[in-house]
């Protein structure tokens, strides 16, 4: 058995990827183990950015899809808050439009679900393709990390925005935030929020899906943009829990920087020991990696140096 659930598709994610991807992005759902027809609605918000030649071949490869046109612009966490406020299922299941899910995810997402009762966040496993030094080094120093190879749902204090189902009255009890001044990690200040609340989340490692790796132009810019998000969501949420602006500037950068080092150090005993076969790219890799990891490092001071106050409306 399975919980009634419905699925939300953002397409904010096209200003970066191509139309191709969002069929793809939907041919994995059409081939998941469980058929998304059996979800209450498959409701996909159009941000303006879907071609209407993309539109109609939608219309006629996947006509469970409905397609919803905002009214007004809206970013990627708008979107999805959107989507869920058009659905009505008990769960709702976050599906992005440029990333490959394998076909067991929704299964996997959706089981975890109906196994624990408690569980009211269930995020899978994103991670990336590597084919070589340069996405090998993307791995290292980008969001996604390699698969943790588990074999059972396990605990944790953060999810996927692409690879994650909420329990209806969690999500609407504990929204994302929005309006916050950022692009992304909206989903992180929320993971706090959860937490604060007395969510139980868990990962769901058989719950799969491949993230597109960065185009070369893109690494540094997202790099500093990663650094960047990570410390203004420290300084908002340590402001938050009471400090004063510069207290949580103080805390925010160190933090920061401790983090994204030991990140980089986890993930490269991961490839040692389980990945033998990224071993040859390893050299290659690892300095592109490190100066990614420095570039995400000024984004952070950046953001400690100039990040303007703002109300501390998310709570």
Same mark, same amino acid.
Not at 63 to 81: C, F, L, R
């Given at each position: 058995?399975?919980?009634?659930?419905?699925?939300?598709?953002?397409?904010?994610?096209?200003?970066?990827?191509?139309?191709?991807?969002?069929?793809?992005?939907?041919?994995?759902?059409?081939?998941?183990?469980?058929?998304?027809?059996?979800?209450?609605?498959?409701?996909?918000?159009?941000?303006?950015?879907?071609?209407?030649?993309?539109?109609?071949?939608?219309?006629?490869?996947?006509?469970?899809?409905?397609?919803?046109?905002?009214?007004?612009?809206?970013?990627?966490?708008?979107?999805?808050?959107?989507?869920?406020?058009?659905?009505?299922?008990?769960?709702?299941?976050?599906?992005?439009?440029?990333?490959?899910?394998? +076909?067991?995810? $929704?299964?996997?997402? =959706?089981?975890?679900? /109906?196994?624990?009762? !408690?569980?009211?966040?269930?995020?899978? %496993? &994103?991670?990336?393709?590597?084919?070589? +030094?340069?996405? $090998?080094?993307?791995? =290292?120093?980008?969001? /996604?990390?390699?698969? !943790?190879?588990?074999?059972?749902?396990? %605990? &944790?204090?953060?999810?996927?925005?692409?690879?994650?189902?909420?329990?209806?009255?969690?999500?609407?009890?504990?929204?994302?935030?929005?309006?916050?001044?950022?692009?992304?990690?909206?989903?992180?200040?929320?993971?706090?929020?959860?937490?604060?609340?007395?969510?139980?989340?868990?990962?769901?490692?058989?719950?799969?899906?491949?993230?597109?790796?960065?185009?070369?132009?893109?690494?540094?810019?997202?790099?500093?943009?990663?650094?960047?998000?990570?410390?203004?969501?420290?300084?908002?949420?340590?402001?938050?829990?009471?400090?004063?602006?510069?207290?949580?500037?103080?805390?925010?950068?160190?933090?920061?920087?401790?983090?994204?080092?030991?990140?980089?150090?986890?993930?490269?005993?991961?490839?040692?020991?389980?990945?033998?076969?990224?071993?040859?790219?390893?050299?290659?890799?690892?300095?592109?990696?490190?100066?990614?990891?420095?570039?995400?490092?000024?984004?952070?001071?950046?953001?400690?140096?100039?990040?303007?106050?703002?109300?501390?409306?998310?709570?």
């Amino acid at each position: 058995m399975i919980p009634d659930f419905s699925i939300v598709i953002e397409t904010e994610n096209l200003e970066s990827a191509s139309q191709r991807r969002l069929l793809e992005a939907l041919e994995s759902l059409a081939q998941q183990t469980i058929s998304p027809k059996r979800a209450r609605q498959v409701v996909l918000i159009n941000s303006g950015l879907i071609e209407p030649s993309v539109a109609e071949a939608i219309h006629t490869r996947f006509p469970w899809v409905i397609i919803h046109t905002a009214g007004e612009p809206v970013d990627y966490y708008a979107a999805k808050g959107l989507g869920v406020a058009l659905t009505t299922g008990e769960v709702i299941v976050f599906f992005d439009c440029d990333v490959h899910y394998e +076909p067991r995810w $929704l299964e996997s997402i =959706l089981e975890t679900m /109906f196994t624990d009762s !408690s569980a009211e966040v269930v995020t899978g %496993e &994103t991670s990336l393709n590597v084919s070589g +030094p340069y996405t $090998l080094a993307v791995l =290292l120093a980008w969001a /996604f990390p390699p698969w !943790s190879q588990r074999d059972r749902a396990y %605990e &944790t204090t953060g999810y996927a925005a692409n690879n994650v189902a909420f329990r209806r009255r969690r999500l609407e009890a504990t929204p994302i935030p929005l309006a916050i001044g950022l692009r992304r990690g909206n989903c992180t200040l929320h993971a706090y929020r959860l937490k604060r609340a007395g969510a139980r989340m868990l990962r769901s490692p058989q719950a799969r899906a491949l993230h597109p790796t960065l185009p070369l132009r893109e690494f540094y810019p997202r790099l500093w943009g990663a650094g960047y998000n990570h410390a203004s969501v420290m300084i908002i949420e340590q402001r938050n829990r009471g400090r004063s602006s510069w207290s949580a500037r103080g805390y925010a950068l160190p933090y920061v920087v401790t983090r994204r080092c030991l990140r980089l150090l986890v993930r490269c005993m991961t490839i040692v020991r389980r990945y033998p076969r990224w071993w040859a790219f390893m050299p290659a890799a690892l300095p592109l990696a490190f100066s990614g990891l420095v570039v995400s490092v000024c984004g952070a001071t950046a953001a400690t140096l100039t990040r303007p106050e703002r109300n501390r409306t998310q709570q």
